[in-house]
Every structure is written in structure tokens, then in C-alpha cells.
């Protein structure tokens, strides 16, 4: 069973800080791993997804990077502003359950100006 | 509309009650799903449907009935709830399901927030 962790469970900066978000999983044998963000009373928005492949993805002020071998991956937001204010979900599929993703509880980040 | 949408956005209903929780795509997509998300817990997937065919069923209770009449429309029937099945219900869509070499994401609609009472 593949289980996913991510710390700190919440986050507040003051606006332009840099941050770090962490996502751990269980099982090392994914697929991909994918960055969400979720605003309140709202869907969740995938910002990056990373391929077993590749060791990072970068979007604007966000990069993920991905080590398989140690089971861990990491958000960078850089430049933090309040509209990044939002909880951030990892979520991780497995090469056995194509098309199943495995949730962290997310990371609930404040920017305040 | 574009996107996935999701009606109702709130709901409250009794143990008794039956109700139905509607989901539609306008993105052109084969598979739908159905997640649950708690406070307690992380976000779970309920169902999924693949080409209208239900692809799997994570060991859901049978008070929840999924109906997927065609490609773009995902109902979630309820009857006979519990208080702990108060949660925001999310359904998402993406081009396929467990496809490998696919570099799709899935798409979610805002949610429908339950209350059971």
C-alpha cells in the first residue's frame, strides 16, 4: 500500500519568502508524482507533475523535484506572495495501479502581506 | 460552462433522505471519477469509470450508487447516510484511465459539500 505524508501540515510567512514544501511516499515504485493546490470551496488545480524519469519540473516560481530512491519530493515556492495563499496536495501513482492517485493530507500555506 | 462542474455546491440531508450529487465535463474526456475528502482523512477515490464502465470500486459502502449515463455526465446516488459520511464529495476527469505513457492529469470541480444530519 503506498502512503503519503507531507510536512509541515500548515505554513505561515510573511510575503516574500521563499518556502519548501515536503512530500514523502512509501512505496518508491511511481509512476509520477504530481503537485496540487486547492483553494477553499474549490477543486483541486494540478501546478506540476513529474515523470518517474525526470528528477524535477519548474513552472514559473514553483519547482518540484522528485528522488525516487529516497521516496521524497519537494515543492520550492519562491518569492511567496499572498495569492499563494492555498493548501498544497501531493499525490503519487503507482506503476501497478495506473490511473489511482495516492493523496497526502496537504500542506496548508498563509502568505500574509 | 468549460471544466468540470458539480451540482449541488452544498447539501444537507437526513439519515433517511435519497439524494443525488451530479457531475458534468465539457473537456472531451473517456474516464470520470469519484473522490471523497474528510478532515480525518486523505483524499480518497470512491469510483471511477472508464468509457461508461465502471473501472473500479474502492471498497465503498453500498449506501453510495454511482450512475455514469454517458461520457460526460457522473452521478453519485445517496441513500440511508451516516453523519460520518459528511464530507466534500469531488469528481474529477481526465482524457483516460490507466493508460501507460499517458502524460495527462486529472480535473477537478469545486465539490459538493455534505452534511448529514
Known amino acids: 500500500k503506498q502512503e503519503v505524508t507531507q510536512i509541515p501540515a500548515a505554513l505561515s510567512v510573511p510575503e516574500g519568502e521563499n518556502l519548501v514544501l515536503n512530500c514523502s511516499f512509501t512505496d518508491s515504485a511511481i509512476y509520477n508524482l504530481q503537485w496540487f493546490r486547492q483553494d477553499p470551496g474549490k477543486g483541486l488545480t494540478s501546478l506540476l507533475l513529474?515523470?518517474?524519469?525526470?528528477r524535477e519540473q519548474t513552472s514559473g516560481r514553483l519547482n518540484a523535484s522528485l528522488d525516487k530512491s529516497s521516496g521524497r519530493s519537494t515543492l520550492y515556492i519562491a518569492a511567496s506572495q499572498p495569492g499563494d495563499s492555498a493548501t498544497y496536495l501531493c499525490a503519487v501513482e503507482r506503476g501497478s495501479t495506473l490511473g489511482r492517485l495516492y493523496f497526502g493530507r496537504g500542506t496548508q500555506l498563509t502568505v500574509w502581506p | 460552462e468549460t471544466g468540470v462542474t458539480q451540482t449541488p455546491r452544498h447539501l444537507v440531508m437526513g439519515m433517511t433522505n435519497k439524494k443525488s450529487l451530479k457531475c458534468e465535463q465539457h473537456l472531451g474526456h473517456n474516464a470520470m471519477y469519484w473522490y471523497k475528502q474528510s478532515a480525518k482523512k486523505p483524499l480518497e477515490l470512491m469510483f471511477v469509470y472508464s468509457l461508461e464502465e465502471r473501472v473500479e470500486n474502492n471498497s465503498v459502502p453500498s449506501r453510495f450508487s454511482p450512475e455514469c449515463p454517458n461520457s460526460s455526465h457522473l452521478f453519485l446516488h445517496l441513500h440511508t447516510l451516516q453523519p460520518e459520511d459528511s464530507a466534500l464529495y469531488l469528481c474529477a476527469s481526465s482524457q483516460e484511465f490507466g493508460v501507460a505513457g499517458r502524460r495527462d492529469t486529472q480535473y477537478f470541480g469545486p465539490g459538493t459539500r455534505l452534511t448529514v444530519l
Open positions: 513529474i515523470q518517474s524519469s525526470q
